[in-house]
């Protein structure tokens, strides 16, 4: 043959690949929801509600409007920038009264306050009067706008420094024009705004900034990277598998430029062939761009991609959980797709990993870092079923929101 007609032939070839097989694209899919949206959705409930749905007696009270313009004529008035992060935070006096106000506002706010009791997302309130649950949602999503600028903004370490810190020398060059465009963006946005309006406005910049978007990643999920399995979810006839998934704990590569670990690969083979002997129906992937620092690449969609391209697997028993960036929110959001698809929560699934990994979270140990983490316990486990797989029972609390801790997985 003639190289070109060579050449055509393997063109074609490549678009058939291509087509098959997913690429890594953690931009938002058909939707094309905003990915500041996506993240104030996710990380700030309580705010994103206010944004859209709140009743004109919080919207228009005075005391929180003065409150709000405390805080907005502190940013325009302050030369330094440098101080400028310090003061869009919420101080321990501000954030108190606000929760007086909002108590006060109550009565006003009930059919709101229903609104927000119904996406789950402070099931740390659920049983508590709508004065106290409101007040606990705002506690909640001011600590994790302060969080963001301490971590962000000023470069306080946070828990897990070695993959969530501030990409900024606090003593740089780079970070004294960021202040500076951050603040002058935010005097521009928060101007007549809402009374979190500044520390909102700094919160989400300063995430901006360091490129920390990883909350949007692949959203909407049931749009795209996701679509098949949760299409197939609907005509899953779950008496004929003894479980319901099998969950993957991925793993990260230390080494930079490396798309999917060894331990990753060997984890996704193994589930490969409990869901071949009939185990369950689908097969969870999870693990977010975690490692190593600032990595372009999802654990979950790698191992996907490995299941589909290597193993054959198809799309449709495939579902990426690409936030996870902890073992502890591997479980947790895996459960809240469940309870948002619709996958039965009174029947097992399956976690597997390596030995030591799933010692790890069947202890005791892991139970006091899931409370000091997210403030429940994701799942009860059942049989051990060998040194790789354990049975889990999900619990349906992990709905509630932990921006507090980690806004990049809230």
């Given amino acids: 043959m003639k190289p070109r007609v060579y050449f055509l032939i393997i063109s074609a070839c490549c678009a058939i690949l291509a087509a098959c097989c997913p690429k890594q694209d953690n931009k938002t899919n058909a939707a094309q929801i905003p990915q500041r949206e996506i993240i104030l959705q996710k990380a700030l409930p309580l705010v994103y509600a206010l944004q859209t749905a709140a009743p004109d007696a919080i919207v228009k009270d005075e005391v929180l409007a003065s409150i709000g313009k405390e805080k907005f004529d502190a940013q325009l008035q302050e030369e330094d ?4 992060p310090t003061l869009a935070k919420f101080s321990d006096e501000e954030i108190a009264a606000v929760a007086a106000r909002l108590k006060e506002l109550t009565p006003q706010a009930e059919t709101f306050i229903k ?13 508590a009067p709508d004065s106290t649950a409101i007040r606990i949602a705002w506690e909640t999503d001011a600590a994790a706008m302060n969080l963001i600028i301490n971590t962000y903004a000023l470069g306080i370490k946070p828990h897990y420094a070695k ?24 005097l521009k946005a928060a101007k007549d ?47 004929k598998y003894p479980y319901t998934l099998i969950l993957v704990l991925g793993a990260g590569p230390e080494r ?31 693990g977010g761009r975690v490692h190593p620092y600032l990595t372009p690449y999802s654990e979950a969609f790698e191992m996907k991609k490995y299941l589909m391209e290597t193993w054959g697997l198809p799309e449709s028993a495939l579902i990426a959980e690409p936030h996870a960036r902890h073992t502890t929110t591997n479980i947790r959001n895996t ?15 399956i976690i597997t990993s390596g030995t030591s990994h799933i010692d790890y979270a069947c202890g005791e140990w892991f139970r006091g870092v899931c409370t000091r983490e997210m403030g429940l316990i994701p799942c009860t486990y059942g049989e051990r079923l060998s040194p790789r797989e354990v049975e889990f029972i999900p619990n349906p609390d992990c709905t509630q929101v932990a921006a507090w801790f980690d806004p990049l997985d809230p």
């Fill in 81 to 84: 920038n440098s101080l400028s």
């Fill in 115 to 127: 609104s927000l009791r119904a996406e789950g997302k402070y099931r740390i309130a659920a049983d």
């Fill in 163 to 186: 993959i969530d810190s501030t990409r900024f020398d606090q003593k740089g060059n780079e970070i004294k024009y960021v202040r500076d465009h951050v603040r002058t963006n935010v």
């Fill in 193 to 239: 705004g809402p009374f979190y309006a500044v520390t909102l406005e700094t919160a989400l910049d300063w995430l901006d900034a360091n490129g920390r978007n990883e909350p949007a990643d692949f959203e909407p999920m049931a749009d795209g990277i996701n679509k098949a399995a949760y299409d197939a979810i609907k005509n899953t006839d779950w008496s």
């Fill in 256 to 286: 930079p430029g490396e798309p999917i670990s060894a331990q990753s690969r060997l984890r996704a083979q193994y589930a490969a062939m409990l869901y071949k002997e009939g185990k369950a129906p689908f097969i969870v992937l999870s």
């Fill in 335 to 349: 459960v809240r797709i469940m309870l948002e698809q619709g996958i039965p929560t009174d029947k097992p699934g």
